[in-house]
Nanobody
Framework: QVQLVESGGGWVPGGGSLTLSCAGQESIGAMAWYRQVPGKQREFVALISRDGNTKYQGSVRGRITIARNEANNIVYLQMNDLQPEDTAVYYC???????WGQGTQVTVGT
């Protein structure tokens, strides 16, 4: 397991932006972001491979960018034009070890 710590969540008005960060305590492989709302399954948001290839869920493509800082073991999720339906707890994940962070709440106002 790799310890992962998310930060950067909070409240933002509709149409606003937030950047989430996920810091790993050691070298990380491919990384992903998921989100979950109460009563629903956790859903995939985005993934970035070690060499920078990215994949996005259809509903966020064009509004969300995943990036990584290899030297500091940090993965970012830049989110623009946020909508109320983006409200969720966002989790980072390393698929290689199935490690998860504790989650960070994002709330988008109407």
């Amino acid at each position: 397991q790799v310890q992962l710590v998310e930060s950067g969540g909070g409240w933002v008005p509709g149409g606003g932006s937030l950047t989430l960060s996920c810091a790993g305590q050691e070298s990380i492989g491919a990384m992903a972001w998921y989100r979950q709302v109460p009563g629903k399954q956790r859903e995939f948001v985005a993934l970035i491979s070690r060499d920078g290839n990215t994949k996005y869920q259809g509903s966020v493509r064009g509004r969300i960018t995943i990036a990584r800082n290899e030297a500091n073991n940090i993965v970012y999720l830049q989110m623009n034009d946020l909508q109320p339906e983006d409200t969720a707890v966002y989790y980072c994940n390393e698929p290689r070890t199935d490690s998860w962070g504790q989650g960070t709440q994002v709330t988008v106002g109407t």
